[in-house]
T-cell receptor, first 116, second 111 residues
Framework: GAVVSQHPSWVICKSGTSVKIECRSL??????MFWYRQFPKQSLMLMAT?????????EQGVEKDKFLINHASLTLSTLTVTSAHPEDSSFYIC????????????FGQGTRLTVV | GEDVEQSLFLSVREGDSSVINCTYT??????LYWYKQEPGAGLQLLTY?????DMKQDQRLTVLLNKKDKHLSLRIADTQTGDSAIYFC???????????FGAGTRLTVKP
């Protein structure tokens, strides 16, 4: 199946710093990428949807100035957690879809963010 | 909004079959997925089924879809301790690339 690579797998950062997470589709063009966050003992929560070349659409309650999403090319989307705080510690997962008739989406491996 | 629901826990003995159930509400669902999440790891796509199918088998895994009842199940034959993980059901619809997940079923396999 298609491969989506997410980097880094885990990161520890100091409170107040910013962290960038990359999501790459390796063997297909991802017109749409999704960013999810997983809270402990809960399912994934969709944070935002990004289409290549457009501004991301954020879900209600997600601060767009805090979670900056860029989808500048058909193979790369980035999520930047700005001025991270301990409550931002979580598991972040991206998924990518080719769009159109193929609505199947493929997930990255996820990034475990720990803010200390 | 549309919901995907699963039971939270399942415990079986090694060698038995496991059946994890999922219900969803979106009648326009096109793809339905089963993901596995092992501790500390990301999601791993196990299998998926298109909505015009009612069954899909892949080695020890059998997916059954009852579209009328909006019920999806994952059967794992000859369950092994390595199958212990959280299993997520997810669905997506044709008009919406978004994916909706259940809360995950924690499968515990006892020796």
């Amino acid at each position: 199946g298609a491969v989506v690579s997410q980097h880094p797998s885990w990161v520890i950062c100091k409170s107040g710093t910013s962290v960038k997470i990359e999501c790459r589709s390796l063997d297909f063009q991802a017109t749409t990428m999704f960013w999810y966050r997983q809270f402990p003992k809960q399912s994934l929560m969709l944070m935002a949807t990004s289409n290549e070349g457009s501004k991301a659409t954020y879900e209600q309650g997600v601060e767009k100035d805090k979670f900056l999403i860029n989808h500048a090319s058909l193979t790369l989307s980035t999520l930047t957690v700005t001025s991270a705080h301990p409550e931002d510690s979580s598991f972040y997962i991206c998924s990518a879809s080719g769009g159109g008739m193929n609505t199947e989406a493929f997930f990255g491996q996820g990034t475990r963010l720990t803010v200390v | 909004g549309e919901d995907v629901e699963q039971s939270l826990f399942l415990s079986v003995r090694e060698g038995d079959s496991s059946v994890i159930n999922c219900t969803y509400t979106d009648s326009s669902s096109t793809y339905l997925y089963w993901y596995k999440q092992e501790p500390g790891a990301g999601l791993q796509l196990l299998t998926y089924i298109f909505s015009n199918m009612d069954m899909k088998q892949d080695q020890r895994l059998t997916v059954l879809l009852n579209k009328k009842d909006k019920h999806l199940s994952l059967r794992i034959a000859d369950t092994q301790t390595g199958d212990s993980a959280i299993y997520f059901c997810a669905e997506t619809s044709y008009n919406n690339n978004d994916m909706r997940f259940g809360a995950g079923t924690r499968l515990t396999v006892k020796p």
